[in-house]
């Protein structure tokens, strides 16, 4: 899922996003709750409506934020008290406010509140902010409404095979229709993610969605699907992109190194796309003579890349040859 936090992919066209392949975009509680505020968008028709977007749209809590934001913040067992990042403001979100807030935007998957905190953390961190997200995802049940938006909920845990156990349980006990996977890359390595996807994901309902959160580069995310994980998100195409960085099957291009200064190659060899056909030259020029037109069409390429790489990861389920499929991948990746 591109993710559009202010109801925007940066940069990016609700048609451009489109012409990649997306089929649903994230938004963010808590930054569209502060700008333009959640009654703004139910007014003008929902957050699809708003922004011009005629598929999906799951939107986050706002319990991210909890993480990102944790120097601005204070969590009690009612909720978290915020002061805004834009102006100071004092904000309060409970479970109950963010059920309210993602029904008045008008998404069409909710996620709970839960609480996340970063890694490493003491074992008593971690299972006061896993026991405290089982009792804010019943909560966010329990308020939530809206028939036309489903919820999902979102274990915690940290890296404890325990925690993760008890959390995954408590959350299939409130017999939610998807499943998120939260609380990782969060600061802990690669390796210790996977080990916790190995784990976690045979715990989740087979025949709902299994939804990891925030992640992450082109190997995490056929590390995910290797271990049974349906749905992603993740800023870093877009981020990237903005930064001259390209995703391709070769690994990242940094097309601001002089390397490419007379490079002809697109970015991504047999590529579809508009504008996959331009050169790595033409795109450094653009970033080198600080035109805007730089960063839309690498962020434009990574989405493009990013949706290619999980419509040819379907196709290789299909077929039965996933595995070949990763390991062609991961041998160009680590090359």
């Known amino acids: 899922m591109p993710v559009g936090t202010l109801a925007t992919v940066k940069g990016l066209t609700t048609g451009l996003v489109e012409s990649t392949g997306a089929q649903i975009l994230l938004g963010n509680t808590y930054h569209l709750h502060l700008r333009p505020g959640a009654d703004v968008v139910a007014d003008l028709g929902g957050i699809g409506s708003f922004m011009g977007w005629d598929k999906p749209v799951l939107t986050d809590s706002g319990g991210f934020q909890l993480f990102s934001l944790a120097r601005l913040t204070k969590i009690t067992e009612e909720g978290a008290t915020f002061r805004s990042h834009i102006n100071g403001s004092k904000i309060s979100l409970t479970p109950e406010e963010s059920v309210s807030i993602q029904q008045q935007l008008g998404s069409d998957i909710a996620m709970v509140l839960d609480h996340v905190i970063e890694l490493p953390s003491s074992p008593v961190d971690v299972e006061d902010a896993m026991e405290r997200s089982t009792r804010w995802a019943k ?7 809206l028939s036309s938006q489903i919820q999902f ?5 940290g890296l404890d095979k325990n925690l993760r156990k008890k959390s995954a349980e408590g959350l299939i006990d ?3 229709p998807g499943y998120a996977i939260g609380g990782l890359s969060v600061g802990e390595p690669p390796a210790e993610m996977y080990a916790t996807l190995d784990h976690t994901c045979p715990l989740l309902p087979a025949d709902r969605p299994r939804y990891l959160m925030g992640v992450g580069t082109p190997q995490d ?3 995910g699907v290797r271990r049974g994980v349906d749905m992603f998100d993740c800023v870093m195409p ?3 992109g903005r930064n001259a960085t390209a995703f391709t099957d070769q690994g990242k291009l940094k097309l601001r190194n002089l390397c490419h200064e007379r490079d002809p190659q697109p970015l991504q060899a047999g590529l579809p796309g508009p504008y996959a056909h331009l050169s790595r030259a033409y795109l450094r020029h653009l970033f080198k003579a600080d035109e805007m037109l730089g960063p839309i069409l690498l962020s ?3 989405l493009n890349y990013y949706q290619h790489l999980m419509r040819q990861a379907r196709e290789a389920i299909a077929a039965d040859c ?5 390991q062609e991948k991961s041998t160009g990746w680590n090359a």
């Open 300 to 302: 434009l390429h990574n």
């Open 238 to 240: 877009t981020r990237n």
């Open 322 to 326: 996933f595995m070949d499929f990763h």
């Open 221 to 223: 995310l056929l590390e």
């Open 153 to 157: 909920g979102i274990v915690q845990g």
């Open 139 to 145: 909560r966010s049940r329990d308020a939530h409404t």
């Open 174 to 176: 409130l017999d939610f």
